[in-house]
């Protein structure tokens, strides 16, 4: 078999089956620009992120700042720019997905109220403020019937999970949230004696 | 795998196979063992799983963490190729709900569905069989004679002792983990063929001594992975979902367990990319072969054989019969009893998760496994049932999960507002705290669940498409209930919290077809008035025709389909061979 052919037919297929997707999802077709999704055929051995990122620099600098307060180091890890979680906020926002994309209206809004929050506050950007200032925003939005949880809740769930998920599914993830595997057993042990204890099991 | 080269099909094939799954990977098998020669026709591409699988690849590693999506319905690693839900190009046509009206199914996301019916295709050399589940269950002997225990459903043309050598030898080529228990209507399998089941892990070790509580047993999994060496083969390495497939051919596929040596035999031509259309039929009512459409050049081309095989999956093969139409079978070949298409059935599916609180804070440790659960629930309550008990007729088993998996992109608490410091150490404290029940039920076959030929609708390639009838009676739906109310008992007697278990039997129940176990569409019988096949797999009416998927099954046993398609395909097989050398068939 042509497997050069085989691709080059298969992408094109990808393009013409995506923009039909989003038609009929309502969303906009991309007409100028062709943005292709993973399709449904992907090499599963190489990571490509065949979208362009649409989150701005302006953009990106609060969703580190953001990230690191909602992720930060300590004993068990890094904090969350450690290991590329903005970036990876950036991909998921930018795929070409209704899910995704559904991410991105409430992420965009949410990062702009927070500048607008901040700037009414403190007269600076979000990523500019002092880090109690920008505490203080978000401990307001966690706090019952304040208009910033009014406003931002949504946004502030929606953004801390992402950043987890983007987080703990690294090597270093793992090892800050306690999942040990994804290496060779020759024979699989069970749970050790700490774990049958902890379970009353022992 | 290699393929024939040109891509041409021979004139001297005893057999052609159509599909390369479990159904077909098998046929051709035991065709090829039993010497004869055979071209298998498969619609998808060729799939390589020594090289083409994501092992140790870490969600980091793939888009968007490996999430499922439009494209990927299953995650990014997942061993579906230009499939899933939906197949680019090649649509099904079902009903939404609250409408009549026919459209293209759109859905991917099976929890979310409002169609009458999802369907999972992929397109490649070994099919389904490179992803699914690797549950093994043999149906048992009252699983074979439904009818005649109950007075439901249909019997099938045969009983479990015609079935248990093949069971026997299928077990012995796949290679089956899990142990004997001598429990009703869940049979014990030859002694020695098994492998040794793995250690429980310690989630399933709590959820064991919580179902054990309220009396419902907790034993070892059978599973199509290999815990010791067989046949060159090698054993699990416990680590990488086997939903990827897998490189080292640990556990069970047919790209990896049944082609290679039937390639070996020097009798096995391969075509990937040919997507069969019709079988094609002689003057003399025997069939000739098949018409397929070449995907890389969207030609129609004519393959000949003595006898033709389907293996194209339940649905596909019955539409590749309807499709077959001629004079002397103007509703489709072998139809004459009507019945091409009817008796579609899944398996009931339903899910409750809940937290244990005694898993939080659990000493980190290696809980990958085999990736599958090591110890399930069998079907516990058949004399209640039978004596009328439960409100609903038939059985279910329960699929155990839970544990210290490789983090996704679901990681999350359950208090939406903290963050910081606190946050991370409330994801350490929850992580692997979670269990989840899911309740695999046996649906009896009724009249209003089928698949027919749409009367507009084609495919890409020309191909009239099927569309999708679909209704649960309220056997399947009481018992997707018991299983709400039996899942949200075994938490709370692990001390746990339950989610809300659901009351409601409409939302109780999964979709038709989300559960991947559609079988039924060219059921097997006695009598050629109102069945498709006799016992061997042969259609009644035309007999160089056979099918070996999950259409011949005239019931659905709580017990995961894989494993009967196989060991049927393996009775039916032996049999056509048998028989060509007689000379009684082709």
């Known amino acids: 078999m042509n497997n050069d052919q085989i691709t080059r037919r298969e992408s094109l297929k990808r393009v013409i089956g995506l923009s039909i997707a989003l038609s009929a999802a309502g969303m906009p077709a991309f007409a100028n620009t062709p943005v292709r999704g993973i399709g449904t055929d992907p090499n599963l051995l190489k990571k490509e992120i065949p979208w362009p990122l649409v989150l701005t620099d302006a953009e990106m600098k609060t969703v580190k700042v953001l990230g690191d307060i909602m992720i930060p180091a300590d004993e068990n890890g890094p904090e969350a720019s450690a290991v590329g979680v903005p970036d990876f906020i950036n991909e998921w926002v930018s795929a070409p997905y209704e899910q995704q994309q559904g991410d991105l209206k409430v992420i965009r809004q949410g990062l702009a109220w927070l500048d607008t929050e901040s700037q009414k506050r403190f007269s600076r950007k979000y990523a500019d403020a002092a880090p109690e200032q920008q505490t203080a925003i978000l401990d307001d939005i966690v706090k019952q019937g304040t208009d910033a949880r009014k406003q931002a809740y949504t946004f502030f769930k929606l953004f801390r999970d992402r950043a987890a998920g983007g987080y703990y599914s690294t090597p270093a993830g793992w090892k800050a949230i306690g999942y040990v595997g994804n290496t060779p057993m020759a024979e699989f042990p069970g749970p050790p004696p700490e774990v049958l204890k902890h379970l009353g099991l022992a | ?586």
Not at chain 2, 15 to 34: D, E, K, R
Not at chain 2, 166 to 179: F, H, M, Q, R, S
Not at chain 2, 455 to 478: A, N, T
Request: charged share 20%; proline share 7%.
């Open chain 2, 1 to 586: 795998m290699p393929l024939i080269t040109p891509r041409k099909s021979a004139t001297n094939y005893d057999v052609i196979v159509v599909g390369s799954g479990a159904g077909g990977g098998m046929a051709a098998y035991v065709l090829t063992q039993q010497g004869l020669r055979v071209l298998m026709l498969e619609a998808g591409r060729n799939y390589e799983p020594p090289s083409e699988t994501a092992m140790f690849q870490n969600n980091s590693d793939a888009p968007l963490r490996g999430t499922p999506t439009p494209d990927k319905p299953f995650g990014f690693f997942d061993a579906t190729v230009n499939g899933g839900w939906k197949v680019p190009g090649e649509p099904y046509m079902i009903q939404r709900k609250g409408s009549q009206a026919w459209e293209e199914a759109s859905d991917w996301e099976a929890r979310k569905t409002n169609q009458s019916f999802m369907w999972w295709r992929p397109r490649m050399l070994g099919g389904r069989n490179n992803h699914w589940g690797r549950i093994s269950l043999r149906m048992g002997p009252y699983d074979f004679k439904p009818k005649s225990r109950d007075g439901l459903g249909l019997d099938w043309p045969f009983e479990y002792k015609d079935m248990e050598p093949w069971y026997d030898k299928t077990e012995a080529l796949v290679g089956v983990y899990g142990d004997n228990q001598g429990l009703e209507n869940t049979p014990d399998s030859l002694n020695g063929t098994l492998q040794p089941p793995p250690k429980p892990r310690a989630h399933e070790m709590l959820i064991r001594r919580g179902a054990q509580r309220i009396g419902i047993p907790v034993i070892p999994s059978h599973m199509a992975i290999l815990t010791k060496p067989i046949n060159g083969r090698a054993a699990c390495f416990y680590a990488t979902p086997c939903g990827r497939g897998c490189a080292i051919g640990a556990n069970f596929q047919s790209t990896t367990v049944l082609l290679p040596p039937a390639m070996a035999t020097g009798k096995l031509d391969i075509m990937t990319d040919a997507m069969v259309r019709e079988v094609t039929l002689g003057k003399d009512g025997k069939a000739t072969g098949v018409l397929y459409i070449d995907k890389q050049t969207g030609k129609e081309e004519r393959a000949v054989a003595r006898v033709v095989v389907l293996a194209a999956s339940g649905c596909e093969s019955a539409r590749i019969l309807l499709n077959s139409k001629s004079n002397l079978f103007p509703n489709g070949l072998a139809n004459g009893s009507g019945k091409v298409g009817r008796y579609l059935m899944d398996s009931v599916g339903s899910n409750l998760g809940g937290h244990i609180p005694a898993l939080e804070n659990c000493p980190p440790h290696n809980a990958d496994g085999t990736s599958s659960m090591h110890v399930y629930t069998p079907w516990w309550l058949y004399q209640e049932q039978l004596a009328g008990k439960l409100g609903f007729a038939r059985g279910y088993h329960i699929e155990i999960g839970g544990g210290r998996h490789m983090p996704e992109m679901g990681v999350s608490v359950k208090d939406g507002n903290i963050y910081g410091k606190k946050f991370k150490d409330e994801a350490r404290r929850y992580y692997g705290s979670s269990v989840s029940f899911s309740g695999r039920g046996e649906m009896i076959p009724n009249d209003d669940c089928y698949c027919e030929i749409d009367p507009e609708k084609k495919d890409k390639w020309g191909i009239p498409v099927l569309r999708f009838h679909w209704k649960w009676s309220d056997h399947e739906k009481k018992q997707a209930v018991h299983m709400q109310q039996t899942f949200a008992a075994i938490i709370e007697a692990m001390g746990g919290k339950p989610g809300r278990p659901e009351t409601d039997p409409e939302k109780a129940i999964m979709g038709g077809g989300t559960v991947i176990h559609e079988v039924g569409t060219t059921c097997m019988g006695e009598n050629p008035m109102n069945s498709v096949l006799n016992q061997w797999a042969q259609a009644w009416e035309v007999p160089n025709v056979f099918v070996t998927d999950g259409g011949p099954f005239v019931s659905n046993a709580d017990k995961n389909p894989t494993l009967s398609i196989m060991a049927l395909c393996m009775r039916s097989c032996t049999y056509l061979a048998e028989e060509m050398r007689k000379g009684n068939i082709g």
